[in-house]
């Protein structure tokens, strides 16, 4: 009984976190505009998708992606769309590219790159020399003390 009483809860609070008046006639349309907002970055929280932000700029990309979807676009369609005037970043999960690969794989190129660089020195150090015997007697002079 407590499950239940937990899931119609949850249900509510989710129906009443968009506005009814925004939402697509059809419940397949409304379905995929919310997953297109959880894939979309909300341009002024920039850590927060679209579906999760309550800023001006999220409401205006809710009805943008609600009206592309309406048109009859596929997803792919929308986020170039949001890609083109946005630009890459307003996707929280950007496309591979040579770019991003690049951004991603610097800092591991960097340290691979100073390990290398610490092992060839420490490999081509010379050798320890022994201690001369007048530096082995005032070692010995300096432990009795």
């Known amino acids: 009984m407590k499950r239940l009483a937990a899931i119609v809860g949850a249900m509510l609070c989710i129906a009443a976190a968009s506005d009814p008046a925004e939402r697509l006639p059809d419940p397949a349309q409304e379905a995929r505009a919310r ?12 850590n927060e998708s679209i579906d999760d932000s309550n800023a001006e700029l999220a409401a205006d ?11 009859g676009k596929t997803d792919a369609e929308v ?12 996707l929280l999960k ?8 690049a951004l991603w794989g610097a800092p591991l ?18 050798a320890d020399e022994a201690l001369s015997p007048e530096e082995a007697a005032r070692l010995d ?4 003390d």
């Open 79 to 90: 986020r170039k769309h949001l890609t083109d005037r946005y630009g890459e970043f307003v």
């Open 35 to 46: 997953e297109l907002f959880r894939e979309v970055r909300c341009l002024v929280c920039q």
């Open 94 to 101: 950007p496309a591979f590219s040579l770019g991003n690969a």
């Open 141 to 144: 002079d300096l432990s009795r």
């Open 61 to 71: 990309l809710r009805r943008l992606v609600r009206d592309e979807v309406k048109a």
């Open 109 to 126: 190129a960097v340290v691979l790159l100073g390990l290398w660089l610490l092992f060839r020195t420490l490999r081509n150090r010379p």
